[in-house]
């Protein structure tokens, strides 16, 4: 393998040159090779400090056109965009007539309490239950048999085993052959995986699948449209778009946001000048009046999206109605296993009955703000829970538990207040 | 849900669609493959997302990276009024920079990790 990834006979005898090259990505010890590839997307503070003037910039030509008290709302869709905007402290690197907001972009945080409840029931009666971390810790509405999630029905004797995937989930499943039940949440990433599995066979007879999984654009929608009818507010005027979410579905899918809404779409990565360039981008494209879909995030999406991806997806999957945890039914927005598919599905095994519209009740614990800060309405810092009752130690709602909740990486960053402080001491803001 | 990992391909089992991948600490790990397996190859740099490929990162566009930051560098500074050739050097030294830990970081020097936080 080295042979074919180094040129150089320096590098080839595990010897660095003495002069670091655009070749350091290309080291045998991948070690580096992983680590040189994201410092170059992360590290560039002189793109940063450029980029941030050409957004001021922008920005002013705006306030000129739109009056003073114009504020632009740039919405993201993704987590992991809020993660970044937070822990990188972008918001204090953004005019003040720019305002980012979050939106739906966290599937842990839409999933609804009924669904947890049925796993934790299944665990309690002796079902192995299998999810990733962050569903682990996510608390239903009310307590189950004495558990209100799934790490309390570990408490009390049920075998929950976390895993990164369905893979491990597999393997492990294959070896004691118990009853065993996925909950496979998750956005469009994870659904080609999850097809992947079911068409390959790669699940063991015991495994079953619940497929929980939701689409992005139609909550983008569905919020757009929310905020739209609130008339006191400023409308949104951008939106950037989740970046791994497009490797699959392409930046084709976010067209009907252009089209539909008449405002900017950047499909963007998801480091500090990825996000900065696609602030940019957006108040560019505003001031130019030239409204279009970009990718900035080329080193990993295509127009298309993955074909294959795509059609697998279609293969085992169909499109159908689903509920997202306190908001409610959003049409065509869930993936459900297709009837020929149905021996693995966990709905069929174990005889759980789907939720229907006319069963579904609200799902937010009392005082819990998770809805709204989920479709953009509210801030974390809105609620009354966030930070007394809520904490990340003790979460009451779904957003204060996965890694991409927005309650939750504003209490682990501090969501304006605290970089806009160190900003303001730095003379960065004024 | 975005959350992905950098990870190097080890190896690849194309009959179950399962690749065995790398995220930086030497434990191969299997993953699915959920792009075109076509697209995949020994040595490629993928993007890992709850233990599904969903993206080959194109190595030629690292490259191309770097050459379109100095080009957007010269534009803006055009733009503000700068010296351009100023602000496509300060881009290039600000590489220079990375490349410079990673190649600490290679003669052990200091761990890389530590210096990105």
Known sequence: MVNQLINNQACLNGVCLPQPSIDCWKCPVIKDRINVAELIFRRNIAITRRLREYIFKFSEILRRSYGEDYVFKIMDFCGTHEWTIVHFGIRSLVPNNVELVAGPGCPVCVTPSYYIEQAIKLALEGVVVYTYGDVFRLPALKPVNGAKSLAEAKALGADVRIVHSIVHAAIDAGKHGRDSLFVGIGFETVAPGYAEAVLKNLLPSNLKLMSLVKLTPPAAFYSLDILREKPNDYPVMGVIAPGHVSTIIGGKAWTPIVENYGIPVVVAGFEPNDVLMAIAEILRQ?????????????????????????????????????????????????????????????????????????????????????????????????????????????????????????????ARFGGGGLSMEIAKDLGLVM | MCWAVPAVVLDIDEKNSLAYVDIGDGIPRPVVIGIANERI????????????????????????????????????????????????????????KIFEIARRAREGEVKVVKEIW
């Open chain 1, 286 to 410: 505003l001031a130019r009046n030239d409204i279009k879909v970009v990718i900035e995030y080329t080193r990993a999406v295509k127009w298309e999206g993955d074909v294959k991806a795509q059609s697998s997806i279609r293969t085992v999957f169909e499109t159908v109605d689903s509920a997202w945890r306190g908001i409610g039914y959003i049409p065509k927005s869930g993936l459900a296993l297709r009837p020929m598919f149905s021996k693995f599905d966990a709905f069929e095994y174990f005889g759980i009955k789907d939720l229907t519209p006319e069963e579904w009740r609200y799902d937010l614990p009392p005082g819990c703000k998770c809805a709204e800060v989920t479709l953009g309405k509210a801030k974390p810092t809105d609620c009354p829970l966030f930070m007394r009752e809520c904490t990340p130690d003790h979460p009451v709602g779904p957003c204060m538990v996965s890694l991409e909740g927005a309650c939750a990486v504003w």
């Open chain 2, 41 to 96: 190859n020994k040595g490629d740099l993928v993007m890992v997302h709850a233990g599904v490929i969903i993206t080959k990162l194109d190595l030629e566009a690292i490259n191309q990276f770097i050459e379109e930051k100095k080009e957007l560098a010269r534009e803006l500074a055009l733009m503000a009024g700068d010296d351009p050739e100023k602000a496509v050097r300060e881009v290039e030294e600000e590489f220079n």
